[in-house]
């Protein structure tokens, strides 16, 4: 089944289940690195259409190049914990999260330059409600990004580099190891997966998911600040995936793109759109599907697609008929129970 993008309003055909705007090709596929048996070529092709030729990682490998460039303190100067090298670092990444979200959310919601198309709950985002922090939902996501998420990751960023500069973390160079530093680009992605799973699941017992995961939820419908939004316990439990390079070597160049990569992403796969059309096609991959269904159906698709978790597991909404209505009654069993 397939959507079928008509000018001005998009008209979903043959919509496996309503309530959207939008649905993409449907059954979802996860990535084809862990199907049986594995298939060499398609895992080639999965690879080359997830970073060329233009895609939210390439970008983000640029960034992360531009900002050990010209934004990032040496480590020589990070050795010694410092209010201007750490002020240096909060404003870039402010300035950054900034222009991500905020210019997505201007180009697919202030002005409207793709009005609906591509966009999968037919639905405006929220301008009040009691749930939000700062009576809106667009004031309490950008609170919650910009004050709490942007610190915890300027903080982890901080301790990083502080390791790194005193030889408390292992330190990778492109001389010594050209192969790694290259895989290491393609393996963060995966290593998030893999991840965001757990701790996702995790924040979805019933007492972290009262207090802290909760505020994420607010959003059913979400936006490009809804990505990074949330309670400052998620953030550190979320921003967290980077300590892995205490025991994985790394550049500092993959530190800042590990981070970006998972601050910046949060915003761009929660856009609500499914990518950036440019003379009516899809030229750059955005918000998810997959993901967006989490949001409204809360009781799936706790991953990504690189691992297929949630089909093992039994909580991968694939987008049909038949996993809509599987999907509803595993809420209804949890709910009950």
């Not at 269904?293 to 809360?298: G, S, T």
Request: with cysteine; net charge positive.
């Amino acid at each position: 089944m397939c959507c079928h993008l008509c000018e001005g309003n998009q008209r979903v055909a043959d919509a496996p289940f309503k309530g959207w705007n939008h649905v993409p090709d449907v059954p979802i596929q996860v990535s084809p690195l862990f199907r049986w048996p594995l298939r060499p070529k398609e895992i080639a092709l999965w690879f080359w259409n997830s970073w060329f030729l233009i895609s939210e990682k390439l970008i983000i490998v640029a960034i992360a190049f531009v900002s050990l460039t010209w934004f990032q303190p040496p480590l020589e100067e990070t050795r010694t914990l410092a209010v201007g090298w750490i002020a240096e670092m909060f404003v870039r990444n402010l300035v950054l999260m900034t222009v991500v979200a905020g210019g997505l959310h201007l180009y697919f919601y202030t002005f409207t330059k793709q009005g609906q198309r591509l966009k999968f709950d037919p639905r405006p985002l929220m301008k009040d409600g009691r749930q939000f922090t700062l009576g809106g939902q667009i004031r309490d996501n950008m609170f919650w990004t910009l004050a709490s998420g942007v610190t915890i990751w300027t903080a982890y960023e901080v301790l990083l580099f502080w390791a790194l500069a005193n030889g408390y973390a292992p330190m990778l160079t492109w001389a010594a190891h050209p192969v790694w530093f290259v895989l290491l680009f393609l393996l963060i992605p995966i290593w998030e997966s893999f991840y965001f799973y757990w701790i996702h699941r995790l924040l979805h017992v019933p007492v972290l998911y009262k207090h802290v995961h909760a505020l994420h939820h607010r959003n059913i419908n979400v936006g490009p600040w809804s990505g990074l939004s949330m309670h400052p316990v998620e953030h550190v439990i979320f921003l967290g995936s980077v300590l892995i390079h205490f025991i994985v070597p790394a550049h500092p160049v993959h530190i800042l793109y590990h981070l970006q990569y998972y601050t910046l992403t949060a915003a761009t796969t929660h856009t609500g759109f499914e990518g950036l059309l440019v003379k009516d096609e899809n030229r750059l991959k955005l918000g998810t599907f997959h993901h967006q269904m989490h949001h409204r159906y809360f009781e799936c698709n706790y991953g990504s697609l690189e691992i297929p978790w949630d089909k093992l597991f039994g909580s991968f909404h694939d987008g049909t008929v038949a996993a809509d209505v599987k999907i509803r009654e595993r809420r209804k069993r949890i709910m009950g129970a």
